[in-house]
């Protein structure tokens, strides 16, 4: 069995907290319908440790075989 991978990253609403939008979890939904499924989260901090964007690694069985 093998994977494929891909990335979605979004960028977090708030100035003191990291709010995502509503439609990452749109987007989230839809490519669960397609077989995706989380593996990681990992944000991305700037300044003073403010999360400026959330990435979500995704994972699927390849379709390729």
Do not use: H
Not at 19 to 33: G, I, M, Q, R
Not at 47 to 53: C, F, Q
């Amino acid at each position: 069995m093998s994977w494929e991978y891909r990335q979605l990253q979004v960028k977090t609403d708030g100035l003191f907290t990291a709010k995502l939008p509503d439609s990452c979890f749109t987007e989230l939904n839809t490519l669960a319908k397609d077989g995706w499924e989380l593996k990681e989260i990992v944000r991305l901090s700037r300044a003073l440790g403010r999360t400026d964007y959330i990435t979500f690694v995704l994972k699927r069985e390849s379709k390729n075989e």
